[in-house]
Nanobody, 124 residues
Framework: QVQLVESGGGLVQTGDSLRLPCAAT????????MGWFRQAPGKERESVAA???????SYLDSVTGRFTISRDNFKNTLYLKINSQNPEDAAVYYC??????????????????WGKGTKVTVSS
């Protein structure tokens, strides 16, 4: 069983950048589909980015060009870089682990475990 711990959240200003790490422990995640989700107050959780074992990536249309997902297999860590933050980015961000050998564009149903999240607040 893999455990996921997100960090890096906090209060940022509109236009700032932020990088969120997600440390995985318990086993290697190098062949797993990995992803980031977010949930804003009063809204459903949505998938924002995914990366597969080949480092192919997939993004929610509304964040393409501003969000970058990456992974460091030596550190067993997943990252999400958010550029040009705006108030609509305020949410709790969760990392997730999915099935092995699954392409990044297969969709959110292939994820089966999430961390507890890190909160990002954006001031205007």
């Amino acid at each position: 069983q893999v455990q996921l711990v997100e960090s890096g959240g906090g209060l940022v200003q509109t236009g700032d950048s932020l990088r969120l790490p997600c440390a995985a422990t318990g086993r290697s995640i190098d062949t797993n589909l990995m992803g980031w989700f977010r949930q804003a107050p009063g809204k459903e959780r949505e998938s924002v980015a995914a990366i597969d074992w080949r480092d192919n990536t997939s993004y929610l249309d509304s964040v393409t060009g501003r969000f970058t997902i990456s992974r460091d297999n030596f550190k067993n860590t997943l990252y999400l870089k958010i550029n040009s933050q705006n108030p609509e980015d305020a949410a709790v961000y969760y990392c997730a682990v999915g099935a092995k050998w699954t392409p990044a564009d297969f969709g959110s149903s292939y994820f089966d475990s999430w961390g507890k999240g890190t909160k990002v607040t954006v001031s205007s």
